[in-house]
Structures are given as structure tokens and as C-alpha cells.
């Protein structure tokens, strides 16, 4: 049931782009999102019964590990039409483990539902996924889910969303009933009520399935006084909007929508609507404000690549020369499956392409319309068109596929640096190869994994985001390859910093064997940088983010490409700390005189200078050691608290915040990720299954004691 007002706004005109929406599912954990996906597909007429998490039925997640521990873990892509709009869809995780999965997806995407819990608010993988979206500018709307639940509070909802996320939150509906007797929602700018009836009970028929009335007099002055509300807060935000507010007093229905979809789109405001998608209420209008508020492809700047030093600009135009992005690969039974937003150009299956990064060309044999595990084989893909194609070997995530022809290069996904790491092995020697196969496939599918081989133990060391990512990972290798798998004890990446720095080290690299020799003499000072300079503040996550280096040379003394290869020496000198071998991060390095050599000095025995300069300067100053922290958030019931904070404490934690909740307590705490491991299992037994944690990293800070080895 579509409304005019919505049409006129949504209504593709004279090109068929207009009508793509590229947007995903956004949410903390168990906040229902991929329920949302699952009734936006049964409503589309995409499937023709509703799945359910609980049950291991949902489209989206079809891994057998989600469906076995309930959660979302692999980002799925699904397409699905509503009023004469194509919409690609991509249902995201919530754990914090899989958040690179949120950041591939959030790439490609150009809008954004966000969904909240109306009991929870706003929680913290609420707050991480919405930084995420702010990073890549994608507008958002918001959906306040579990309304039928006990103590659901849509204004306390709200009230998180302002002040945990600030943006404005544009409340359209008023919600009519509370917690089971929640049965619909006022539509605040048609000032329409709309009751669902049969939502809970699989009878309705998924078009039409709620009736639009009159608002309930009971609730004509609280809507009045909503519609008011959101009139001056939209009026405050838009020129438009304001002019006619000033002069009338009020805003039109059409004056309204129009801001709201400009303030969305700015990311100035965030709609918000409320619903149950498990009882299949709300997602209809939930749908309308998809296609009227959120962007399509033409309404999103131009995507930016470079070409030979050079920026250049790709509009979303299917006759322009052809751009595509690599968010996702996927290995299936069936062969590679390479996923692609393309962003310009046409590609029809048969045609011949540039893997740009690698200089490869490809050949794609077949493109595919997805639903989850299912695929639809068309033709050609456009620009605005998210699908995965077949025949394309060796391109990875963040690649960019290009007509050769036209070649450019599109930024990828930024990929997180693993925080814990696990030593693995196959139990049978006759399975050691399959075991090194099966590990690439993983890296080469997931690019927040890596593998490397430990050249003090020779052991082969699996890296990721979390416990959680490691134990999900290995049994992925157990299931798909039969393999017996032995895995060690979790370990963290820990980093190394400066805790005081020196001056005037002097390092001189003088090489004579025989023809050319190598000369170099430098003299450098080092310091902790201000972000990590008293050793127990956060620093850098990664190693060459917490690196800054500078000369004060003067006089030619050491010319500036002789500088530049100095800096690189000490770039390469961050690998390998001295107290355990960890890369180095918050160091400020500034070289400050040298000397050069008429013939044997080079841009290579400057740069050895600078790496055993900075080498030997890191081990005469004052190191520390740094360890990764997350902020715990736990729920658990109010009389298991005095245990909780307990363990806490006995595991290093600092405890920041806690909430009383409806007979719940939640703490917040900073904790390091080593004393985590196990903390599942700890928390259930001391709660008797009832608590509930969740973390979300917060940066490195210093470590008690340094460990034997990396």
C-alpha cells in the first residue's frame, strides 16, 4: 500500500537509475536486523514465507554457523523490488568481531537502515556501525524495532540516538499501543493511522497487510503536539522548510517530506520509524521512507579513482567507461563468486576486463542478480548495480575491475589491523597441504585474517578481530574441509612505544667489500609522539600510524631523496620492537644531521642507516609495552552485579559506567583483550546463563609486563 505523497517523491522519472536503492542493515547484535531483511524480502514478494533467526529458516543467513549460534557473521546480499524500485540490499553483522564485513559493505553502499532495539537504545556496536557510516558518508534512516517488547520506550530510544549518536533524530510516528498492545503507528506527516492486523499470526498476505484510518481521538492532541515538534525541528534545519514555517505557522505535508529527504541525504537529520518486524508490523512504511528518503545512485557524488598520478571522476552513467569495486569474495561449491558494486559502464557476461591493482586481465563468464546462496543469471550489469560474477580468478577485495581501456583505480576498503592470534595445525601430516590451501581460500575471502608462519616456533599463527572471528574461521576450515584442526591458546597483538626518547644518537654505516662501497652517517633524536607520550596513553592501532618523521638538517649536509631513504629505514625499523619483537607505533624520529660520501654514499646505505640507527636508538631509550583494551558492556541481572564487578576487577578491568535497567544492571568497563579470553563461559556461570556482554575496541594502553614473545 503505497501513499500519493510518498510516489511523487519516489517516482523514477526519465532515467531507470532513479529507481535503485543500494542500502544496508545496520545494528548492534540481536537488535533484529536480519529479521527487518527477512520481512522486507516477504513483503517484496522475494520469498513467500517469512523466515525466522530462531528457527534457521532466514535467506540471509544461511551459513550453517549462523543459523547454529543465531547471529549474522558473513555480510549477504539480496535484491528485491518494491513499487517499480529495485533495492540491493545487504544485511551486515553486529558483532564487533565482523565489523571489517560492515566496512567492505558500507563501501559500496549509498544509504543505510539503521535498527535499534526500543528497550536497549542505543547500544555499543550501535555506536561503532554509525561512526562507520559517518566515515563513508552514507545517509541513514532510523528504525526503532521490538516495540511489542516489554519496557520498549520509543521517546527513551530517541533520546539515546540524540545524545549517544547527535545527529537530530526526526521522529514520523507516533506509535499507537505499548508493548503487546502495540498494533500500529500514527503517520505524522499524513496525520493517518495505520493498524496492522494478523502480523503475528502468518495470515496476512504481505501486500496490503494493514488497514489506514483516522488517528484514534485518544491520541489526536499527542499527535498534534509530535507533528509540531517535527515541524520546528525541521524548520531549524532547512532554509526551505523554515520560509514557509515563518509564514505560515506550519509546514505542508509535501514541504515536510522534501526536507526530510534533503536533511537525510546532507545527514543533517535521521528519520526515525518505529515497529516489530518479528510480528511484522511497520516494515511497509519502513519501505516508503527507503525509497523516498534514501539515495540512488545519481544523488551520490561521483566516485573518485586515480589514474597515473591523476584524480579522476566516474559518474553513476551506464554508458560511460566501465569502474567496478570488489567488496567480497566467496568461495562455493560451485566455484569463485566475486561481488561488485559497479559505480560506471556496462558490462555484459563474455567481456573481457582490467584487474587494475594487478595488472591481470579477466574474463567474466557470467553475472548474477543475488539472493543470499541463490543467484539469478542476467546479462549485463550497470552502473548503480551491486552483483557477483563468475570467472574472475584472482581478484581480491578492494580490487578494482576496469574496461582496459579506461583503467583507474578506486579506493578500498580500509582493512583493521588483526588483534589476537592463534596458532594452528592439522593433526595429520597428510593434511598439512589442504590445511595451507584451505588458510588462503580464508585470507583471500576475508582480508581481516591474515596467516603467517612464526620463524621462532615455525608454527602456523591464524590472525583476527576477536575470539570470536578466530573460533568461527577454523571450524569454517573444519565443516567445508573436513579437516582435524589443533588450535592453540589466543594471543594478542600487543605494540611497542616510547616511553623516553634520545638524543644525538650517532650511526654511521661504512661498508668496503671490494668495487662501490656504502657510506652513510646520520644522527637522530627520538620522542614519544603526544598520543602516546607518558606510555599508558591509547596509540595508533596500527604500526606506521603512530609514526612521525622530520629533518632539521641544514646546509645540504644530507641531501633530501638521502632523507626521504632515511625515513624509509625507519619505517622499516618499526616492525620489530625491542622488548618483544612487536611493531612500534606513538615514536617521533627527527633526524637532525649527517654526512655524506662523494661516491659510496647511496639512497640504500642511507636507508640501512636509518633502520640501525633507529633500531639502536629504541633500545638505548625507555620502552613500554602497549596492550589492546575494549570497552565491555555487560547486562546482567541486578542481584549477580557484586560478582560481575568483581571479575572484572580481578581481570584488570576498569569499571567507567553502570545503568539500571528494568530489573537489569549495565556495566561499562575498559578491560584488556588478554584477560577476555574465557570471559563467556565465566559470565554465564556466574549469572546462571542470564548475562550478556559485548565489546567494541578502544585502542592500545601500557601492559604490566612484557610477554616472551609476539
Not at 238 to 266: K, Q, V, W, Y
Request: proline share 5%.
Amino acid at each position: 500500500m503505497r501513499t500519493d505523497l510518498h510516489r511523487q517523491l519516489s517516482t523514477p522519472l526519465d532515467n531507470p537509475l532513479t529507481a535503485v536503492r543500494n542500502l544496508g542493515i545496520l545494528a548492534h547484535v540481536d537488535a533484529g536486523k536480519t529479521t527487518v531483511t527477512e520481512r522486507i524480502l516477504y513483503l517484496t514478494g522475494t520469498t513467500h514465507k517469512r523466515g525466522e533467526v530462531h528457527d534457521g529458516t532466514t535467506v540471509t543467513d544461511f551459513d550453517s554457523q549462523e543459523r547454529d549460534r543465531g547471529i549474522t557473521i558473513f555480510a549477504a546480499a539480496v535484491s528485491c523490488d518494491w513499487d517499480g524500485h529495485r533495492i540491493n540490499l545487504i544485511d551486515t553483522p553486529g558483532h564487533v568481531d565482523f565489523a571489517d564485513e560492515v566496512e567492505r559493505s558500507l563501501r559500496v553502499l549509498d544509504g543505510a537502515i539503521a535498527v535499534f532495539d526500543a528497550v536497549a537504545g542505543v547500544e555499543p556496536q550501535s555506536e561503532s556501525v554509525w561512526r562507520q557510516a559517518d566515515r563513508h558518508g552514507v545517509p541513514r534512516i532510523a528504525f526503532v524495532n521490538k516495540l511489542d517488547r516489554a519496557g520498549a520506550d520509543l521517546d527513551a530510544a530517541v533520546e539515546s540516538i540524540r545524545e549517544r549518536l547527535h545527529p537530530a533524530p526526526l521522529v514520523v510516528q507516533l506509535p499507537i499501543g505499548t508493548e503487546d498492545g502495540f498494533t500500529g503507528v500514527v503517520d505524522l506527516l499524513r496525520m493517518r493511522a495505520l493498524i496492522w492486523a494478523g502480523g503475528d499470526t502468518g495470515t496476512d498476505t504481505g501486500t496490503g497487510s494493514y488497514e489506514e484510518g483516522p488517528v484514534p481521538d485518544s491520541l489526536v492532541e499527542e499527535a498534534l503536539r509530535r507533528r509540531g515538534l517535527l515541524e520546528e525541528a525541521v524548520a531549524e534545519l532547512h532554509p526551505l522548510a523554515l520560509e514557509e514555517f515563518c509564514a505560515e505557522a506550519t509546514l505542508s505535508a509535501r514541504t515536510l517530506a522534501r526536507a526530510l529527504r534533503d536533511l537525510t541525504r546532507t545527514g543533517e537529520g535521521v528519520v526515525v520509524l518505529c515497529g516489530s518486524a518479528y510480528r511484522n508490523r511497520g516494515i511497509e512504511p519502513l519501505l516508503e521512507a527507503v525509497v523516498a528518503y534514501l539515495p540512488s545512485p545519481l544523488d551520490v557524488p561521483a566516485v573518485r579513482g586515480t589514474h597515473g598520478g591523476a584524480v579522476q571522476e566516474r559518474s553513476a552513467d551506464p554508458a560511460g567507461p566501465f569502474a567496478a569495486l570488489v567488496f567480497k569474495v566467496n568461495s562455493t561449491s560451485t566455484g569463485r563468486l566475486t561481488f561488485l558494486r559497479v559505480y560506471s559502464g556496462t558490462v555484459g557476461k563474455g567481456e573481457a576486463v582490467l584487474d587494475v591493482g594487478r595488472r591481470r586481465g579477466e574474463r567474466i563468464s557470467r553475472i548474477l542478480r543475488v539472493q543470499a546462496d541463490r543467484h539469478a543469471e542476467v546479462d549485463r550489469a550497470v552502473a548503480g548495480d551491486i552483483v557477483a560474477v563468475v570467472g574472475v580468478k584472482a581478484a581480491r577485495a578492494g580490487a578494482t575491475l576496469c574496461v582496459p581501456s579506461a583503467p583507474l583505480v578506486l579506493e578500498p576498503p580500509a582493512v583493521a589491523d588483526p588483534v589476537v592470534s592463534v596458532a594452528v595445525e592439522a593433526r595429520s601430516r597428510t593434511d598439512v597441504d589442504k590445511l595451507v590451501s584451505a588458510l588462503a581460500r580464508l585470507v583471500e575471502e576475508d582480508p581481516s585474517l591474515t596467516v603467517r608462519t612464526d620463524p621462532e616456533t615455525g608454527q602456523t599463527v591464524l590472525s583476527g578481530m576477536g575470539e570470536l572471528h578466530l573460533e568461527v574461521a577454523v571450524e569454517k576450515i573444519r565443516r567445508a574441509q573436513g579437516l582435524e584442526i589443533a588450535v592453540g591458546r589466543p594471543r594478542v597483538a600487543y605494540r611497542e612505544t616510547v616511553g623516553r626518547g634520545v638524543s644525538g644518537l650517532v650511526y654511521r654505516h661504512v661498508k668496503q667489500d671490494g668495487g662501490a662501497g656504502q657510506f652513510a652517517h646520520v644522527v637522530i633524536d627520538t620522542e614519544p609522539l603526544e598520543a602516546a607520550s607518558d606510555g599508558a596513553a591509547e596509540a595508533a592501532s596500527d604500526a606506521g600510524g603512530g609514526f612521525e618523521f622530520r629533518s632539521t638538517v641544514v646546509g645540504g649536509r644530507v641531501p633530501q631523496e638521502y632523507v626521504r631513504a632515511v625515513e624509509a629505514g625507519c619505517r622499516d625499523a618499526l616492525a620489530e620492537g625491542p622488548l618483544g619483537g612487536h611493531p612500534v607505533t606513538g615514536v617521533r624520529v627527527t633526524l637532525t644531521d649527517g654526512a655524506t660520501h662523494s661516491k659510496d654514499s647511496s639512497e640504500m646505505a642511507f636507508r640501512t642507516a636509518g633502520r640501525l640507527a633507529l633500531r639502536e636508538a629504541l633500545r638505548a631509550g625507555t620502552m613500554v609495552l602497549l596492550e589492546p583494551v575494549v570497552e565491555v558492556t555487560v547486562t546482567v541481572p541486578d542481584e549477580a552485579v557484586g560478582g560481575v564487578l568483581g571479575d572484572l576487577a580481578a581481570r584488570r578491568g576498569r569499571v567507567s559506567g553502570s545503568t539500571a535497567r528494568a530489573g537489569t544492571t549495565v556495566v561499562t568497563a575498559t578491560v584488556p583483550l588478554a584477560e577476555l579470553f574465557g570471559y563467556a563461559t565465566r559470565l554465564r556461570s556466574r549469572t546462571q546463563g542470564r548475562g550478556t556482554f559485548t565489546t567494541r575496541p578502544t585502542g592500545y594502553a601500557a601492559a604490566p609486563d612484557a610477554p616472551s614473545g609476539g
